[in-house]
């Protein structure tokens, strides 16, 4: 009942609620995302290294026309024979490429015998400073056939979608339903990233590294911050527990050791004749046991003495030792009844010495 009560203080229920809530949402939110985005970016790298040891293949045997999106196509090396549609080319703001910043170049790409197009990203060129567009070559407006990569869409944030800057048609985000929609075209729901060295080509934008990053520690850490949250609870408990323990016992035990000075006790509740005949027990103890002579020897006939002696009481006993307290308390002061200064005692002493000592430090 102690131990409830003191759970059910306010700033217990606090605790509680807090680490009850803070597990919570490490094992259902803040772990599953970081074990979430290493499984993500394990897969990207096994389609990475799938698609670099396969050979480049022309675009329809990967994905056909007007079909939806297929994820495991992603990365694929593919060839398509078209031109661009450089009057429609859009620029893609606020880019990192290499850890500086970039301008990624968006331009669609007619498919040769038939209605299909889709969105070529030519690569980047850097910023210019005092310009807010930079200077962009132009796409060669022939036949081509260009070799890239298949990327799926980044999708679009709401309040960053297509605008316009100097005239120049610019997003945030590479998505093709945006773009075609900014330039009234049909595209396919992917977009392709142009390989090194291929016609229209910019600065060419590398393959990602293949490493899962530090999501399996984080999501590992938050499961380890979810277990000890409640561990560390729970001990907190029970050292509060430990503490009042020590500053108000209760048990027995301590009841009982306590018992001389705070309570009565069996011995404190003897009777007058109780304590006459523990007395006359002690006293008794002390004279010459019968059947026994003056000489120590036993009396023949005499029956043996019992193996036991009468027990001696507890309030005879803490009598005893107060009156062998105060005999040595009285022996010891009257050692010391001489004051300071004054001479040994005379008496008892010599005629010779009492003079002697009468003459050096006087009567």
């Known amino acids: 009942m102690r131990a409830l009560r003191t759970v059910l203080r306010p700033g217990w229920i606090a605790l509680g609620v807090v680490v009850v809530a803070f597990a919570a949402l490490c094992f259902s939110i803040l772990a599953p995302w970081q074990l979430g985005k290493n499984s993500s970016t394990e897969h990207r790298n096994q389609l990475i290294k799938d698609a670099v040891g396969t050979a480049a293949v022309p675009l329809d045997q990967v994905t056909r026309t ?11 090396e593919v060839t398509v024979t078209g031109r661009y549609l450089p009057d429609d080319q859009v620029l893609v703001r606020l880019r990192s490429v290499e850890d500086q910043p970039a301008v990624e170049v968006l331009v669609p790409f007619a498919v040769n015998g038939s209605d299909r ?29 260009i070799t890239a990569r298949i990327r799926a869409g980044e999708g679009t944030s709401p309040g960053r979608g297509a605008h316009s800057e100097d005239g120049v048609r610019a997003v945030y985000t590479i998505d093709p339903g ?13 977009y392709l990233q142009l390989a090194a060295d291929q016609p229209g080509s910019l600065g060419t934008i ?22 000890m949250a409640p561990l560390g609870a729970c001990y907190f408990v029970y050292s509060e527990f430990r503490q009042r323990r020590r500053r108000d016992p209760v048990d027995d035990h301590g009841l009982a050791a306590g018992s001389d000075e705070d309570g009565p006790t069996e011995s404190d509740g003897l009777t007058a004749s109780d304590e006459a005949t523990g007395s006359e027990n002690t006293e008794g ?12 020897s036993r009396r023949a ?11 001696t009481t507890a309030l005879s006993r803490r009598r005893r030792l107060r009156s062998d307290l105060q005999a040595a308390g009285t022996d010891s002061s009257a050692h010391s009844r001489g004051q300071i200064g004054a001479g040994p005692a005379t008496q008892g002493s010599p005629a010779a010495v009492r003079d002697k000592l009468s003459k050096r430090y006087g009567n």
């Open 117 to 145: 197009m889709v969105l070529v990203d030519r690569g980047y060129v850097r910023p210019q400073q005092g310009s807010t567009t930079p200077a962009v070559p132009t796409a060669p407006s022939d036949e081509v056939t």
């Open 178 to 190: 945006v773009v075609g929609t900014m330039v009234g075209s049909r595209l396919d729901p992917y």
């Open 66 to 76: 007007g079909a939806a999106f297929d994820p495991a196509t992603e990365w694929r």
């Open 301 to 311: 006939g005499a029956s043996p003495e019992p193996a036991t002696a009468h027990p």
């Open 285 to 296: 103890s002390e004279k010459t046991p019968a059947g026994v002579g003056p000489d120590g």
């Open 206 to 227: 590398g393959l990602p590294q293949l490493d899962s990053g530090p999501y399996l520690s984080y999501g590992l850490q938050w499961l380890a911050f979810g277990i």
